[in-house]
Protein backbone atom coordinates (compact mmCIF):
# COMPACT_ATOMS: atom_id res chain seq x y z
CA UNK A 1 0.00 0.00 0.00
CA UNK A 2 1.73 3.14 -1.22
CA UNK A 3 2.26 5.96 1.89
CA UNK A 4 1.63 9.47 1.60
CA UNK A 5 3.02 11.05 -1.91
CA UNK A 6 4.16 14.92 -1.74
CA UNK A 7 5.75 16.11 -4.76
CA UNK A 8 7.44 18.18 -5.26
CA UNK A 9 10.55 17.02 -3.23
CA UNK A 10 12.67 19.99 -3.25
CA UNK A 11 11.95 23.13 -4.80
CA UNK A 12 13.89 26.81 -5.05
CA UNK A 13 11.50 29.76 -5.13
CA UNK A 14 12.52 33.68 -5.20
CA UNK A 15 10.94 35.99 -2.99
CA UNK A 16 7.85 36.88 -3.79
CA UNK A 17 6.86 34.30 -5.52
CA UNK A 18 4.00 31.58 -4.82
CA UNK A 19 4.46 27.98 -4.64
CA UNK A 20 2.09 25.24 -4.55
CA UNK A 21 3.07 22.12 -3.35
CA UNK A 22 0.79 18.60 -4.20
CA UNK A 23 0.12 15.54 -1.72
CA UNK A 24 -1.61 12.30 -2.76
CA UNK A 25 -2.80 10.65 1.11
CA UNK A 26 -3.51 7.13 1.62
CA UNK A 27 -5.91 5.09 -0.10
CA UNK A 28 -8.67 5.43 1.62
CA UNK A 29 -7.78 8.41 3.59
CA UNK A 30 -10.04 11.26 3.55
CA UNK A 31 -8.55 13.59 6.14
CA UNK A 32 -5.41 15.24 5.05
CA UNK A 33 -3.52 18.05 7.28
CA UNK A 34 -0.48 19.82 6.63
CA UNK A 35 2.99 21.04 8.88
CA UNK A 36 5.79 23.14 8.62
CA UNK A 37 8.71 22.14 10.01
CA UNK A 38 11.29 24.44 10.62
CA UNK A 39 14.84 24.32 12.82
CA UNK A 40 13.55 26.77 15.16
CA UNK A 41 9.88 26.31 15.63
CA UNK A 42 9.71 22.17 14.88
CA UNK A 43 6.45 21.24 13.50
CA UNK A 44 3.98 23.23 13.65
CA UNK A 45 0.42 22.53 12.26
CA UNK A 46 -1.00 24.57 9.05
CA UNK A 47 -4.70 23.13 8.58
CA UNK A 48 -6.53 20.35 7.94
CA UNK A 49 -9.52 18.80 5.50
CA UNK A 50 -11.52 16.25 5.24
CA UNK A 51 -14.15 16.25 2.84
CA UNK A 52 -13.23 19.23 0.81
CA UNK A 53 -13.61 21.45 3.71
CA UNK A 54 -11.42 22.89 5.87
CA UNK A 55 -11.83 21.73 9.67
CA UNK A 56 -9.24 23.40 11.21
CA UNK A 57 -6.06 26.34 10.69
CA UNK A 58 -2.76 26.78 12.75
CA UNK A 59 -1.41 30.29 13.77
CA UNK A 60 -0.29 31.33 10.13
CA UNK A 61 -0.88 34.11 8.01
CA UNK A 62 -3.61 34.19 5.41
CA UNK A 63 -0.81 33.99 2.44
CA UNK A 64 -0.40 30.34 3.04
CA UNK A 65 -3.73 28.33 2.13
CA UNK A 66 -4.49 24.97 1.22
CA UNK A 67 -7.62 22.79 -0.30
CA UNK A 68 -8.74 19.31 -1.20
CA UNK A 69 -10.05 18.10 -4.29
CA UNK A 70 -12.78 14.95 -3.96
CA UNK A 71 -10.27 12.44 -4.89
CA UNK A 72 -9.08 13.46 -1.00
CA UNK A 73 -5.47 15.11 -3.46
CA UNK A 74 -4.72 18.39 -1.61
CA UNK A 75 -2.56 21.44 -2.46
CA UNK A 76 -1.38 24.06 -0.47
CA UNK A 77 -0.17 27.27 -1.78
CA UNK A 78 2.07 29.60 -0.13
CA UNK A 79 1.87 33.84 -2.19
CA UNK A 80 4.28 36.38 -1.82
CA UNK A 81 6.83 33.83 -0.43
CA UNK A 82 9.31 35.41 2.50
CA UNK A 83 12.86 34.00 3.15
CA UNK A 84 11.05 32.70 6.52
CA UNK A 85 9.27 30.22 4.70
CA UNK A 86 12.13 28.24 3.62
CA UNK A 87 10.92 24.64 5.57
CA UNK A 88 10.41 21.15 4.94
CA UNK A 89 6.42 21.07 4.47
CA UNK A 90 4.88 18.07 5.74
CA UNK A 91 1.87 16.30 4.25
CA UNK A 92 -0.54 13.54 6.71
CA UNK A 93 -3.08 11.43 6.23
CA UNK A 94 -5.45 9.35 8.37
CA UNK A 95 -8.48 7.25 7.33
CA UNK A 96 -10.66 9.83 9.71
CA UNK A 97 -10.78 11.53 12.52
CA UNK A 98 -9.36 9.43 15.57
CA UNK A 99 -6.92 7.24 13.25
CA UNK A 100 -3.82 6.89 13.45
CA UNK A 101 -1.36 9.95 10.88
CA UNK A 102 0.75 9.21 8.73
CA UNK A 103 3.42 11.69 7.61
CA UNK A 104 4.49 11.86 4.00
CA UNK A 105 8.31 12.53 3.33
CA UNK A 106 7.72 16.43 2.66
CA UNK A 107 8.41 19.08 0.60
CA UNK A 108 11.67 21.34 0.74
CA UNK A 109 11.14 24.40 0.35
CA UNK A 110 13.93 27.29 0.07
CA UNK A 111 13.34 30.71 -0.56
CA UNK A 112 16.04 33.02 -1.76
CA UNK B 1 3.28 29.41 24.22
CA UNK B 2 4.55 25.96 23.75
CA UNK B 3 1.99 23.31 25.34
CA UNK B 4 3.96 20.56 24.75
CA UNK B 5 7.57 20.74 26.40
CA UNK B 6 10.15 18.26 25.70
CA UNK B 7 13.94 17.12 27.42
CA UNK B 8 16.37 16.48 26.80
CA UNK B 9 17.19 18.21 23.44
CA UNK B 10 19.71 16.22 22.51
CA UNK B 11 20.79 12.41 24.03
CA UNK B 12 23.83 10.34 23.49
CA UNK B 13 23.45 6.52 24.58
CA UNK B 14 25.80 3.50 24.57
CA UNK B 15 24.45 0.51 22.54
CA UNK B 16 22.40 -1.08 24.77
CA UNK B 17 21.57 0.93 27.07
CA UNK B 18 18.19 3.02 28.08
CA UNK B 19 16.99 6.16 26.33
CA UNK B 20 14.54 8.25 28.19
CA UNK B 21 13.02 11.16 26.58
CA UNK B 22 10.22 13.23 28.37
CA UNK B 23 7.23 15.43 27.49
CA UNK B 24 5.35 17.37 29.69
CA UNK B 25 2.00 19.46 28.64
CA UNK B 26 -0.21 22.02 30.11
CA UNK B 27 -3.58 21.52 28.29
CA UNK B 28 -5.97 19.01 30.09
CA UNK B 29 -8.03 18.67 27.38
CA UNK B 30 -5.37 17.01 25.38
CA UNK B 31 -5.75 12.90 25.19
CA UNK B 32 -3.73 11.24 22.59
CA UNK B 33 -0.25 11.06 22.86
CA UNK B 34 1.31 9.48 20.04
CA UNK B 35 5.45 9.77 19.04
CA UNK B 36 7.18 9.67 16.22
CA UNK B 37 10.74 9.25 14.73
CA UNK B 38 12.61 10.77 12.10
CA UNK B 39 15.13 10.34 10.13
CA UNK B 40 16.58 12.72 7.88
CA UNK B 41 14.98 13.16 4.94
CA UNK B 42 12.22 11.59 5.98
CA UNK B 43 9.15 12.25 7.51
CA UNK B 44 7.79 11.40 11.29
CA UNK B 45 6.70 7.84 11.19
CA UNK B 46 4.57 7.01 14.26
CA UNK B 47 6.25 4.98 16.70
CA UNK B 48 3.86 4.83 19.38
CA UNK B 49 0.93 6.30 20.91
CA UNK B 50 -0.86 5.91 23.71
CA UNK B 51 -4.23 7.54 25.93
CA UNK B 52 -4.58 8.65 29.52
CA UNK B 53 -6.54 5.84 30.28
CA UNK B 54 -3.71 3.50 30.93
CA UNK B 55 -0.22 4.59 32.44
CA UNK B 56 1.77 2.47 30.62
CA UNK B 57 2.40 0.92 27.43
CA UNK B 58 4.88 -1.13 26.05
CA UNK B 59 5.46 -2.47 22.19
CA UNK B 60 8.81 -4.43 21.77
CA UNK B 61 11.48 -2.17 23.25
CA UNK B 62 9.92 1.22 22.92
CA UNK B 63 7.48 1.99 26.38
CA UNK B 64 5.56 4.78 27.13
CA UNK B 65 5.07 5.82 30.68
CA UNK B 66 1.90 8.65 31.42
CA UNK B 67 1.21 10.59 34.55
CA UNK B 68 -2.14 12.15 34.15
CA UNK B 69 -1.51 14.31 37.65
CA UNK B 70 1.91 15.42 36.55
CA UNK B 71 0.83 16.07 33.06
CA UNK B 72 4.20 14.27 32.02
CA UNK B 73 4.31 11.41 29.45
CA UNK B 74 8.00 9.66 28.60
CA UNK B 75 9.32 7.06 26.07
CA UNK B 76 12.12 4.63 27.28
CA UNK B 77 14.07 3.19 24.78
CA UNK B 78 15.40 -0.57 26.19
CA UNK B 79 18.71 -2.05 24.54
CA UNK B 80 19.06 0.91 22.61
CA UNK B 81 20.67 0.07 19.12
CA UNK B 82 22.99 2.53 16.75
CA UNK B 83 20.18 2.10 14.24
CA UNK B 84 17.58 4.18 16.74
CA UNK B 85 19.64 7.34 16.05
CA UNK B 86 16.95 9.48 14.82
CA UNK B 87 15.06 12.23 15.91
CA UNK B 88 12.27 11.86 18.28
CA UNK B 89 9.28 13.96 18.59
CA UNK B 90 6.51 13.66 21.03
CA UNK B 91 2.90 14.97 20.15
CA UNK B 92 -0.47 15.74 21.95
CA UNK B 93 -3.65 16.07 20.92
CA UNK B 94 -7.32 16.52 21.71
CA UNK B 95 -9.17 13.42 20.46
CA UNK B 96 -12.63 14.44 21.83
CA UNK B 97 -14.87 13.12 19.01
CA UNK B 98 -11.61 11.21 17.17
CA UNK B 99 -10.93 14.63 16.28
CA UNK B 100 -7.15 14.03 16.91
CA UNK B 101 -6.47 16.00 13.34
CA UNK B 102 -4.28 18.60 14.90
CA UNK B 103 -1.29 17.65 16.51
CA UNK B 104 0.73 19.73 19.18
CA UNK B 105 4.28 18.85 18.90
CA UNK B 106 7.54 19.30 21.28
CA UNK B 107 11.02 20.44 19.85
CA UNK B 108 12.36 16.90 19.35
CA UNK B 109 15.33 15.57 20.91
CA UNK B 110 18.24 13.62 18.76
CA UNK B 111 19.25 10.78 20.05
CA UNK B 112 22.26 9.31 18.92
CA UNK B 113 23.30 5.82 20.07
CA UNK B 114 26.98 4.71 20.10
CA UNK B 115 27.92 1.66 18.66
Known amino acids: KAGVTQTPRYLIKTRGQQVTLSCSPISGHRSVSWYQQTPGQGLQFLFEYFSETQRNKGNFPGRFSGRQFSNSRSEMNVSTLELGDSALYLC???????????FGEGSWLTVV | QQQVKQSPQSLIVQKGGISIINCAYENTAFDYFPWYQQFPGKGPALLIA?????SEKKEGRFTISFNKSAKQFSLHIMDSQPGDSATYFC??????????????FGKGTLLTVNP
Open chain 1, 92 to 102: ASSRAAGNTIY
Open chain 2, 91 to 104: AASMGSGGSNYKLT
Open chain 2, 50 to 54: IRPDV
